[in-house]
């Protein structure tokens, strides 16, 4: 299920996309309705590493206040993990250490991704199994 969820971090944006009403709804002008600057592409590894302080403090109003930090920080690391982007290996390798174990085990996920989605096709590890096994 990981996989499908690709590299989005927040469902709002996906809907904005893909709202027909929106289709026909001008522009807002208004300085509010303007996105921040630093939350268009956020950097995944600052989403996924949010101090409670921090989230409280930028996302205060917003509708990811529902997600909760937890739920954006995990989020992150399953885009991270689909990015094919070997950079975030070490940002992942602390995560799968985090308090929270919900982010440590999708940041374990997220490594394993990154490992062995970039190696040579037939150098894959089995996981179940050794060559010395008789099953």
Known sequence: ??????????????????CPWNRKA??????EFQPQTELVNPVLE??????????AEK???????RTKRNGIRRNAVI???NSGNREFLPTLAELSHDEDEVIAEHARWA????????????????????????E
């Open 26 to 31: 001008p522009a807002a002008l208004a300085p």
């Open 46 to 55: 600052w989403l996924a590493q949010m101090s409670p302080a921090e989230f």
């Open 59 to 65: 996302f205060r109003g917003s509708p990811l206040k």
């Open 79 to 81: 885009a991270m993990g």
């Open 111 to 134: 490594e394993k991704q990154l490992r062995t989605e970039n190696q040579p096709l037939g150098t894959e590890v089995p996981t179940t199994f050794s060559r010395d096994s008789k």
């Open 1 to 18: 299920m990981r996989e499908g969820i690709g590299r989005p971090v927040f469902g709002c944006d996906i809907c904005q996309d893909v």
